[in-house]
């Protein structure tokens, strides 16, 4: 258990995105395992929900099945290294690539009494998203990883990230027992959780997304659903999601300045840091005259 503070230190905010449809309009794979193995992503995907509705199995451990097995037939060595290289080709929405440094200078107008970390919890890879342009920007990435053999290469899943398993990351997050060997069943006050709820921006984009969506509702955080300009199913989707009250505010994927998403990022970053500044007085006005937490 961590030891009571002796000052205010709730003053950082987590901003934590899906990646394949909301930082990147595809799939990961499509950009990069597919095509090295010359498959059809819809031929691809097919086949892995067909098996997965047969069989009851887990889509997630099927896609990660087949991609090695797909390898092994074509006799494909694939290592991490050969993973993170392939991210090159992946592509992101409008502004992506710049997003990080703008919101992070938004918030840097708080006078350097807010800090903001930037996540990744996704269904995909890990060794990819290791290789992304922007990996530099994430304090962490939790994503499905793969067991590497005394060769290099990839043999079997080590580690699978579902729709309901990204909500463990949430918890790691607003814990701050980040690496995946803690252990956090253990009951902590929220007074000493690092990074609140209320401290939380989830971006998703769509029905895997809910319970992380829903987990940060419900603890007072705050959620936006994103979507493609020309994928209507998508806004549909996202509009249910507002309606549902799963997310706060939905909008295009442009990330580029001054675009709607920029606009209510900043609301919402907004009333973030008003909040915490409203937090540290209170605090310190307690200690100031001595009353109790």
């Known amino acids: ?6 000052g205010f230190f709730q003053n950082t905010i987590a901003l934590v995105y899906d990646f394949d449809g909301t930082l990147s309009p595809q799939p990961m794979q499509e950009y990069t395992v597919l095509p090295r193995m010359g498959i059809a ?19 997630m451990l099927v896609y990660m099945r087949h991609i090695l097995e797909s390898l092994d037939r074509q006799r494909i060595a694939v290592k991490r290294g050969d993973f993170a290289r392939m991210a090159g080709a992946i592509r992101y929405f409008p502004g992506v690539e710049g997003w990080f440094a703008r919101v992070n200078a938004y ?12 996540y990744v919890i996704s269904a995909g890879q890990k060794e990819i998203l290791d290789g992304v342009s922007i990996r530099r920007h994430f304090r962490r990435i939790y994503a499905s990883e793969y067991h590497f053999n005394h060769h290099g290469v990839a043999t079997f899943p080590k580690l699978l990230v579902t729709d309901t398993m990204k909500t463990q990351f949430l918890f790691r997050i607003n814990k701050g027992k980040e690496a995946v060997t803690e252990s956090i069943n253990e009951h902590m006050p929220e007074a000493l ?6 401290n939380m921006i989830y971006v998703g984009d ?8 829903a987990l940060t509702k419900k603890n007072g955080g705050h959620t936006v659903a994103v979507y493609g300009k020309r994928k209507d199913a998508q806004k549909d989707i996202c509009v249910r999601l507002l309606e549902a009250g799963r997310a706060d505010f939905i909008a295009v994927a442009d990330y580029r300045k001054g675009s709607k998403l920029a606009r209510r990022m900043e609301l919402l970053l907004d009333a973030i840091v008003s909040d915490i500044a409203y937090r540290r007085e ?3 006005c307690r200690a100031e005259h001595r009353a109790a937490p």
């Open 107 to 118: 918030v840097r107008q708080s006078g350097g009494k807010v800090k903001l970390h930037h």
């Open 282 to 284: 209170a605090w310190e």
């Open 1 to 6: 258990m961590r030891p009571w503070p002796t």
């Open 206 to 213: 769509g029905m895997t997304d809910v319970p992380s969506m």
């Open 41 to 59: 992503p819809r031929e691809f995907w097919k086949r892995v929900n067909d098996e997965a509705r047969e069989t009851q199995s887990d889509m």
């Open 193 to 198: 959780r690092p990074i609140p709820f209320h």
